[in-house]
Nanobody, 124 residues
């Protein structure tokens, strides 16, 4: 496992969580990074992506509520999630590489890495 996610949990509607994804520097510095989620019975979808240059892309459903960022000193990408809704409940996965790059229209060497996922539950 080369991508390690953390920060998931149970939160009430309207609450906040911050997800973290740590990667080896050799992976982090050359790859577009992204967060995906998959709810039960649904397909995995892109939540947010960030290029090496810091360009970002968000799913319409999270625009204005979620913020993706990358800390090059810590080789970590974050997903700050505010104003959480029950429909945000899902398993969240970190991606480094072509899957996110293609979604963002960014050139990317042909490699692709995934984390093991972290669960986010939004419920009262």
């Amino acid at each position: 496992v080369q991508l390690v996610e953390s920060g998931g949990g149970l939160v009430q509607p309207g609450g906040s969580l911050r997800l973290s994804c740590a990667a080896p520097r050799s992976i982090f510095m050359v790859n577009t990074m992204g967060w995906y989620r998959q709810a039960p019975g649904k397909q995995r979808e892109l939540v947010a992506g960030i290029s090496i240059r810091g360009n970002t892309k968000y799913a319409a459903s999270v625009m204005g509520r979620f913020t993706i960022s990358r800390d090059n000193a810590k080789n970590t990408v974050y997903l700050q999630m505010n104003s959480l809704k029950p429909e945000d409940t899902a398993d969240y996965y970190c991606n480094a590489g072509t899957t996110t790059a293609r979604a963002m229209g960014v050139f990317q060497p042909p490699n692709d890495y995934w984390g093991q996922g972290t669960q986010v539950t939004v419920s009262s």
